[in-house]
């Protein structure tokens, strides 16, 4: 199919492009990008008011499925994803079963593959089951699609066998995503504070991330192993990655947009939404997890998508199941901590864009370099959303089918920016807002 999306104002954060122009598509490639002459487009997409941009890639999208599809399907998950303009996306491999065999990697892929709403980029368990024990059987999990190996949010409590699985990374070149959380201090419910201890709530302390991050940077150093860090939270932590990138060793990271945007008080009475992990910290961790983001000590903005069930959200707060529905958020999140910190749009559209495709690196496969890029030549994966516009967040207006999210503002009619007007993945439209 020939598309030709019109008159709108094309960005592509990697190369610097910042123009009104027209993007023309066919068979999956982006074929011209400017002024478009007798094209023959069998579809158009009026694009006037509106941003053109590469597809959003979120490196933190958990889909349920397999074992927890009362909580989130594949359809559902995938197309919301596709509403918030997101094209490319890492699911960690806290499945049930986890993904650590083949055959299970495989068949998650080849359903994503049948829904056609966005690409799926799965990562391999690093032990059997993600119980801590013994090492899958990465080579032949690389094979089946998996970009890289996690524990997903378990922590792994024997540190000689994290070395050996990141020596065993190193030789192949596989990257280890690791949440960095001590086993022995992260068993808190809320962040360590004043909030806590006023409500009663368990403390989880910020050396939990700090012991865990001497850990991972120390056999990072010794291996050579590359490592990818999954939700900052603090500002010491943020700290200790700028000491490990300026020293020249292979990590990158990223934060949630929950951490980006809230705090321990927004837990407000026993908020049950607000349980999350890792915990809502204080106020000047969250202003040096934005500092961190603008200034690409902190390399990609996540959803950490995670979609919870009523029933096993609508407990006390220390019982409730941590987790949020926030992959149709990413962008209008985005969007938001640009305005509030006077960050330009292409800079805030990099951090959602090609800076996490730069964090996949040759794990992107077919997409090769135009991953996260909107370049003539390149895969046709787009987002167009029009920034002025606004919305609230509620459960009526939520895809996921998970519908608890912090950021369920229509009580107080607070809005969000920005509105995705249409998703196209390989060329082909995976999604198109209903005019207002």
């Known amino acids: 199919m020939k598309l030709l999306i019109e008159h709108g104002r094309v960005i592509d954060p990697a ?42 890639i979120d490196l933190a999208v958990r889909l349920r499925e397999p074992g927890r599809e009362h909580e989130g399907m594949l359809k559902s998950e995938l197309r919301a994803a596709a509403a918030g303009g997101v094209t490319s ?3 960690p491999p806290d499945t049930d079963p986890p993904l650590d065999e083949p055959g299970l990697v495989e068949m998650l892929k080849f359903r994503a593959r049948r829904q056609s709403s966005c690409r799926l980029f799965p990562l391999g368990a ?17 094979e089946a699609g ?5 524990q997903a949010d378990r922590a792994l409590r024997d540190t000689g066998l994290l070395m050996r699985a990141l020596q065993y990374a190193a030789t192949f070149g596989y990257t280890v995503w690791l949440q960095p959380q001590d086993a022995w201090l992260s068993g808190g419910v809320a962040a360590s504070g004043e909030v806590a201890t006023r409500l009663g709530l368990s403390g989880v302390p910020v050396a939990a991330e700090t012991v865990a991050l001497h850990t991972i940077v120390e056999l990072a150093r010794a291996t050579g192993a590359r490592v990818h860090l999954c939700r900052l939270s603090s500002a010491a932590g943020v700290e200790l990655v700028r000491r490990a990138k300026a020293q020249g060793l292979a990590i990158s990271a990223d934060v949630s947009v929950q951490s980006l945007h809230l705090t321990d008080v927004d837990i407000g009475y026993f908020n049950a939404d607000m349980r999350l992990s890792p915990p809502l910290r204080q106020q000047a961790d969250r202003a040096a997890l934005r500092r961190a983001l603008a200034d690409g000590t902190i390399d990609a903005l996540v959803s950490d998508h995670n979609p919870v069930a009523d029933d096993a959200k609508n407990l006390p707060f220390a019982e409730a199941e941590p987790g949020a529905s926030a992959v149709e958020l990413l962008l209008s999140l985005a969007l938001k901590w640009g305005r509030d910190d006077g960050i330009e749009l292409p800079r805030v559209l990099a951090r959602v864009t090609s800076d996490p495709a730069r964090v996949l690196g040759a794990s992107l496969g077919s997409l090769g370099a135009s991953a996260g890029r909107l370049v003539e030549g390149g895969v046709a ?21 998970g519908k608890h999210s912090p950021f369920d503002f229509a009580a107080t009619g607070t809005a969000l920016p920005g509105r995705v007007r249409a998703t196209v993945l390989a060329g082909g439209v995976s999604y198109q807002a209903v005019p207002a």
Do not use: K
């Not at 119980?131 to 899958?136: K, P, Q, R």
């Open 15 to 56: 190369s610097g492009r910042d123009e009104t122009a027209d993007v023309a598509i066919a068979d999956s490639r982006v074929v011209a990008i400017g002024r478009v002459g007798d094209f023959g487009a069998e579809r158009r997409i009026d694009a006037r008011g509106c941003v053109v941009m590469p597809g959003l």
């Open 89 to 91: 996306l890492v699911c």
């Open 126 to 142: 690093l032990t059997r089951g993600l119980n801590g024990e013994a090492l899958t059987e990465m080579a032949h999990l690389s």
């Open 146 to 150: 998996c970009v890289g190996f996690s």
């Open 381 to 401: 994966d787009v987002c167009v959303f029009e920034p002025d516009a606004t919305w609230s967040v509620s459960r009526q207006v939520l895809l996921s089918q």
